[in-house]
């Protein structure tokens, strides 16, 4: 596998950086995860507009414009054997020694990867997934995709030992997000989301949605939205690029509804998929 480092593309056992490195040893960068379909990046300019977004919230230089990212990536997926895939960039503050304060002068490392895009079968949507609730306590630049992701590995484990799929956020007694995906709400019809905040990462799959309800003459609010409703749901969704639309049908233990994927969830998930069939072949 091919992957990319600091101006070259190289096999994956040759790609070596220090050990000095500001990601290794703070956790000092950020990344972005594309979805890429039939070797066609899912809304690239979105991703590295929130790649932007990002460098700027950790004063981190971008170190290629919009041309510069779209033709390494271009050629990167170019190099793989396989058409649908999970590709990972990340830019740290570089190579330094140890000292919290930004190094002077130094480049950032720039690494991309790409894996096999595995995204949930029909029978998998179809069954839907377990959740289980939890404090949010992440820092309050969570809009910033950081790979510091210490809370959120910590959160999302809590899910995974309850032999569940994602771990819902409340803060203050709201909703924020899941430790790896964004949570939508359906109640008598309508679908509900948070509004993007420093407390919860803008998801790309988010924004997908929210203009294919719009699109479609779905009733959707974005919100605020209480834990009360959270558990009162009629619906309850998790999105991200890898999981899509996926519907949470167990909260706590609780049924959440009816205790399957609701119709609302169903008909998204389908126009999710039509949406994206269009989008990789214009
Ligand atoms: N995570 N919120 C958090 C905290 C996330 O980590 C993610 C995605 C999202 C959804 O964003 P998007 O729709 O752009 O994928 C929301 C990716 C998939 C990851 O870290 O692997």
Redesign the pocket.
């Known amino acids: 596998m091919s992957v990319y480092l600091n101006g070259q593309f190289l096999p994956l056992a040759d790609a070596k950086i220090s050990v000095l490195d500001r990601g290794f040893v703070f956790g000092d960068g950020v990344?972005e995860?594309v979805p890429v379909y039939s070797k066609k990046p899912f809304r690239l300019e979105e991703?590295l507009r929130?790649l932007q977004g990002s460098l700027d919230g950790i004063r981190l230089a971008n170190p290629h414009d919009m041309v510069g990212w779209r033709d390494l990536i271009l050629k990167l997926i170019a190099l793989q054997d396989f058409a649908d895939q999970s590709l990972y960039i990340q830019v740290t503050r570089g190579v330094a020694p140890r000292d919290h304060a930004f190094p002077k002068g130094v480049p950032p490392t720039v690494f991309m990867f790409v894996q096999p895009l595995v995204t949930a079968t029909p029978e998998q949507k179809a069954a839907g997934v377990c959740a289980v609730t939890a404090t949010d306590n992440r820092w309050l630049r969570?809009n910033i995709?950081a790979i510091s992701?210490l809370a959120?590995i910590l959160l999302r484990q809590q899910a995974v030992d309850a032999g569940c799929a994602e771990t819902v956020m409340l803060r203050d007694g709201f909703l924020t997000?899941?430790?790896?995906?964004?949570i939508f709400v359906v109640k008598d019809g309508v679908l509900r989301a948070p509004p993007p905040s420093n407390l919860?990462?803008t998801?790309?799959?988010?924004d997908v949605v929210l203009e294919l309800a719009a699109a479609h003459g779905i009733p959707h609010e974005v919100r605020a939205i209480s834990e009360a409703e959270v558990r009162d749901a009629d619906e309850l969704w998790m999105?991200?690029?890898?999981k899509e639309v996926m519907a949470i049908v167990q909260l706590d233990g609780e049924p959440v509804g009816a205790g399957v994927p609701g119709p609302l969830a169903q008909r998204m998930e389908a126009l999710y998929q039509t949406f994206k069939q269009q989008v990789m072949r214009a």
């Open positions: 990344y995860l991703h929130r969570c995709k992701l959120n997000e899941g430790a790896a995906s964004n919860m990462l998801g790309i799959t988010y999105t991200s690029s890898t």
